[in-house]
């Protein structure tokens, strides 16, 4: 069966550390992998997108690889602070860019 | 204004009764997607449109639930007979068209609807 994984329900860390966050996929086979932040009672934001012929993309402290043959994706988050602090989705498309398919989250909390 | 709008942000209902989400997209998106997002959990899809092509229906949980799209562009999810399990944040979110090489999602900011 199609199934995401991120790795943890709740990840704590250290302000000043690199938080990773991951995510595994079973039976996709996406063309590209997206990561949004979300805030309590606000919807997703989009933050980075790689495709499935990237190895990795950054944008200011954010990192992302993309691994087709382990089927994962990791996402850093570097010098981390506590307005880090948020839920971190990955969503990869689905059927050919029809729609977009989410993992369940990993509430980062970066502790001062 | 510049995002994807949706209304009411609120709603409580009682049991069995319909109800309406609507959702406006960002000008010239031609993809429309509901999602549903329980206490805690993840987003569940619930239907997609893209342009004058047929939705994929595929995520609706039953035949309580349909969707459509006027002249491409608000949307209005109906849930008929409303049950308790249908309590839930209900997203709405539009993009570009995806032609193949990837495209991001802009969300609203949800209607949280209860059911009691």
């Known amino acids: 069966s199609q199934k995401i994984e991120q790795n943890s329900e709740a990840l704590n860390i250290q302000e000043g550390k690199t938080a990773t966050l991951t995510c595994n996929y079973t039976n996709y086979s996406p063309a590209y992998l997206q990561w949004y932040r979300q805030d309590p009672g606000r919807g997703p934001v989009f933050l980075l997108l790689i495709r499935e012929n990237e190895k990795e993309k950054r944008k200011e402290r954010l990192k992302v690889t993309f691994d087709t043959t382990l089927k994962q994706s990791l996402f850093h988050i570097t010098a981390s602070q506590p307005a880090d602090s948020a839920t971190y989705l990955c969503?990869?498309?689905?059927?050919?860019?029809?729609?977009?398919?989410f993992g369940p989250g990993t509430r980062l909390s970066v502790l001062p | 204004g510049a995002g994807v709008s949706q209304s009411p942000s609120n709603k409580v209902t009682e049991k069995g009764k319909d109800v309406e989400l609507r959702c406006d997209p960002i000008?010239?998106?031609?993809?429309l997607y509901w999602y549903r997002q329980s206490l805690g959990q993840g987003l569940e899809f619930l239907i997609y449109f893209q342009g004058n092509s047929a939705p994929d229906k595929s995520g609706l949980p039953s035949d309580r639930f349909s969707a459509e799209r006027t002249g491409g562009s608000v949307s209005t999810l109906t849930i008929q007979r409303t049950q308790q399990e249908d309590s839930a944040v209900y997203l709405c979110a539009s993009s570009l068209e995806d032609r193949g090489w990837g495209t991001e999602a802009f969300f609203g900011q949800g209607t949280r609807l209860t059911v009691v």
């Open positions: 969503a990869l498309d689905h059927n050919y860019g029809q729609n977009f398919v």
């Open positions: 000008s010239g998106h031609t993809a």
